[in-house]
Nanobody, 122 residues
Framework: QVQLEESGGGLVQAGGSLRLSCVAS????????VGWFRQVPGKERDILSAISRSGSTIYYADSVKGRFTISRDNGKNTVYLQMNSQRPEDTAVYYCAAGTTLGYSQSQYIHWGQGTQVTISS
């Protein structure tokens, strides 16, 4: 069992940047693929990015490609999401999730954090 905790959310102006962190405890994070998702109230939870165990394979949703960067430091049991050029439509609760198969569906991820709120003001 692995526990995940997100941090780094907050309020920034449009065009600004935030870096989210997802710290794992309980098991080595390197055993898992990791995805970042976000959810707006009343809508589906959407995948933003995913990274393989070694970091050699990375996926980005079109909505964040070129603006967001996912990375991981298995020695620190941490996965990051660097978010640049943020837009008001990026406002959401952001979640990290861990699984055993790299994929784009939330159903493929087993362990979830509690989420961190990101708010982008115009």
């Amino acid at each position: 069992q692995v526990q995940l905790e997100e941090s780094g959310g907050g309020l920034v102006q449009a065009g600004g940047s935030l870096r989210l962190s997802c710290v794992a405890s309980g098991r080595p994070f390197g055993a898992y693929v990791v995805g970042w998702f976000r959810q707006v109230p009343g809508k589906e939870r959407d995948i933003l990015s995913a990274i393989s165990r070694s970091g050699s394979t990375i996926y980005y949703a079109d909505s964040v490609k070129g603006r967001f960067t996912i990375s991981r430091d298995n020695g620190k049991n941490t996965v990051y999401l660097q978010m640049n050029s943020q837009r008001p439509e990026d406002t959401a609760v952001y979640y990290c999730a861990a699984g055993t198969t790299l994929g784009y569906s939330q159903s493929q991820y087993i362990h979830w954090g509690q989420g961190t709120q990101v708010t982008i003001s115009s």
